[in-house]
């Protein structure tokens, strides 16, 4: 991999790889989704089939072996900080073919794309045809939104194809990119593993459908009961039924492609950790004896006492191998008591300090072999979510100011954030004739993000023929940073004349109602910019034309003016919309129902599809451990506009808020 900072300097450096030959987590996750953006996804054929936004073998093979992806973002000139300067960064990846199948073999471990013809197939094929798992998606639309990328190309892709809603990630050393366990990260993997209730097949209608069945699958693993016959002595065998129980390949399965854990044996890694804990054990495993058997084991400390945690948990990975939920993993997952505000505690048994540095072993069933746990501690954290402040009752009018101001300050932040709750908060503002200040807050916000970043992937494989523009001027021709960063400062102008002929110009569709000085301050600086570019004085309104010739500092001293506005409007919904929102029937009921949301999971934080700016758990350039959740905006869109369909017209009011992702 060769990047370039300049045209003058270059460096190269080989891809960092884990103990077990991968490459770590996210520059697989990075390479993937810069190779999908560089692709052109079509229509293959294979055996009489036909595979639509899906790619071939040789395809990937050739855009890997010369790949670019080119990176601008915008800041303030150390020399001179009213200026904004743009740097370009490119990286180049160049791959062999063997390589570059290797890496495809990667992304299909760690779930992010599918073998087209058969999607039980976890080998990367030669000549195969592939497609983006619900999972690919998630990740490559995360990567899209952080890195200011145009995915027009892609439009089609994410709405024909499922999405997975939400994505589990658990914090990973910088080291060796291995997991950090702790039990608030255990518990926290168990309880999205197990679903806000227990995910029973025979509750279940069976529906040919995929998308539906990926959606049923996404509640939590798919369980069942099991009768066991059992012999004691001389007496007759008897029948046990084993409640809560599910197969130990298909929990494999469901942590690969709900979780950011990347393939088989690191997912066997944290299902043996759910044995450990005492989440989980064998119901049993009936295989022949000829047929060999793949044991992972984890070991690690123990509390002692009454305490569920063993030292070690041992995991088969076997086709006939069949495991039940324990009591213990039961009351972990508060199935029972998921309504229950008290249930908010995390159990007796979670406040063990253990191993950060909990090794597994791949052996044979006759062969143990011991691991040696870290010296080193773990920290829990038991942190208080905004999920769960969202959740708490709202305080009366006798509460303290600024205690009441923070609170709904950070459920406002948790509402934007949330798509589903974000969309039922903006019907409530329109209901209340003041939808235009929750647009204009997510508009500059999207204003923001798209002026500090853009990006653009290729490969000399296959150059997308780019939008018809006139030559530079004196025939300089740009590279295609340059030009994907013109074509971004275009797009910027449109989007900055747009956000003030909608919400501030004069007598504007939807104006808002926001601060006379605030208004005078932005008024005043575009008579300013607009004299000294022009020569005409600015008359209230501003012409498309006139904005043309804004260069980079100016746009940027917009959003500083368009930022203050953004702040006095959201102080505003904070302060007046977010406690009636709070007290609606629809809000209660999706309180009530808590099928959509963990509210009560405090060791989850919920964010946006961007992601944290700094992960939970990698605070303070300390490592101790974490895990987040990720939320596809285009998922809860598409289940947005299909949920109509799916529910049969809004005869209740708490059932518009709800729809059967987890």
């Known amino acids: 991999m060769q990047q370039d900072a300049s045209p003058q300097a270059s460096s190269s450096h080989m891809m960092k790889t884990t103990k077990r030959g991968r490459p770590f987590l996210k520059d697989t996750l990075d390479l993937f989704a810069t190779l999908i953006v560089s692709l052109q996804l079509t229509t293959h054929k294979q055996f009489f089939r036909s595979f639509p936004n899906s790619f071939s073998t040789d395809e990937a093979a050739a855009n890997l072996a010369s790949l670019k992806f080119s990176q601008s973002n915008r800041g303030p000139d150390p020399r001179e900080p009213s200026r904004v300067i743009t740097t370009t960064t490119t990286t180049t990846f160049s791959m062999t073919r063997d390589m570059a199948k290797a890496m495809s073999q990667h992304f299909m471990d760690a779930r992010l794309i599918e073998n087209a013809a058969d999607p039980s197939s976890n080998l990367f094929k030669d000549r195969g045809v592939y497609v983006l798992t619900p999972k ?55 309880r999205r593993f197990v679903g806000r209730q227990a995910n029973c097949q025979s509750q279940m209608v069976q529906n040919p459908d995929p998308t539906v069945a990926y959606h049923e ?23 046990v039924t084993h409640r809560f129980c599910f197969a130990a390949l298909a929990a494999l399965e469901w942590l690969c492609d709900f979780t950011s854990v990347v393939g088989r044996e690191e997912a066997a890694e944290m299902a043996a950790q759910f044995v450990r804990f005492g989440f989980i054990t064998l119901v049993s495993d009936k295989r022949k004896n000829n047929d060999s058997a793949i044991i992972f084991t984890v070991r690690g400390s123990a509390p002692g006492g009454n305490s569920p945690v063993s030292q070690t948990g041992e995991f ?161 021709v740009h590279t295609a940073g340059q030009q994907a960063m013109e074509q971004h400062h275009e797009a910027l102008i449109q989007q900055a004349y747009d956000i003030y002929t909608v919400y501030l110009a004069p007598s504007s569709q939807s104006e808002l109602n926001i601060d006379h000085g605030l208004r005078n301050e932005l008024s005043a600086y ?16 501003l012409e498309a034309d006139q904005l043309s010739s804004f260069n980079a500092t100016q746009l940027h001293m917009m959003i500083r003016l368009y930022e203050r506005i953004q702040t006095h409007v959201f102080r505003l919904m904070a302060t007046d919309s977010v406690p009636k929102f709070t007290k609606t029937p629809q809000f209660v009921a999706l309180r009530s129902q808590n099928d959509d949301f963990d509210f009560l999971d405090s060791d989850v934080q919920y964010l946006s599809n961007t992601g944290p700016t700094v992960p939970p758990g990698l605070e303070n350039g300390q490592e101790i451990g974490g895990a987040y959740v990720t ?17 049969g017209g809004d005869r209740e009011a708490g059932r518009r808020v709800r729809h059967d992702l987890p």
């Open 316 to 476: 088969r990975c076997t086709a006939k191998a069949i495991y039940r939920i324990t009591e213990e993993g039961v009351r972990t997952a508060r199935w029972d008591t998921v309504r229950s505000i008290a249930a908010r505690g995390s159990p007796s048994s979670s406040t063990a300090n253990l191993s950060t540095a909990e090794r597994s072993s791949l052996e044979m069933e006759s062969t143990v072999t011991a691991v040696p746990p870290s010296s080193t501690d773990a920290r829990i954290h038991r942190r208080i979510s905004l999920a769960e402040r969202l959740n708490a009752s709202y305080a009366g009018d006798n509460t303290v100011d600024g205690r009441t101001r923070e609170s709904n300050t950070e459920r406002l932040k948790f509402i934007i954030d949330n798509p589903t709750l974000c969309h039922l908060f903006r019907d409530f503002l329109r209901d209340n004739f003041c939808e235009e200040n929750l647009a204009f807050w997510l508009e500059v916000q999207d204003f923001k993000r798209k002026f500090n970043i853009t990006s653009t992937a290729s490969s000399t494989a296959f150059q997308r023929p780019p939008p018809e523009r006139s030559h530079p001027v004196g025939g300089r």
């Open 217 to 239: 699958r996404a509640r939590g693993i798919q369980l069942m009961d099991v009768a066991d016959r059992q012999s004691s002595g001389t007496t007759r065998s008897q029948t």
């Open 631 to 647: 939320v596809s905006q285009k998922g809860a869109v598409a289940a947005q506009e299909s949920r109509p369909r799916m529910g």
């Open 136 to 190: 690919g998606l998630h990740v490559l639309e995360r990567f899209i939104s952080r890195n200011g990328i145009n995915g027009d190309h892609l439009a089609r892709v994410f709405a024909t194809q499922p999405i997975c809603m939400k994505l589990l990630h658990l914090e990973r050393r910088s080291v060796d990119d291995e997991i950090i366990v702790s039990q608030s990260v255990i518990t926290a993997l168990f």
């Open 526 to 541: 575009l008579s300013e910019v607009m004299q000294g570019l022009t020569g005409t004085p600015f008359q209230g309104r």
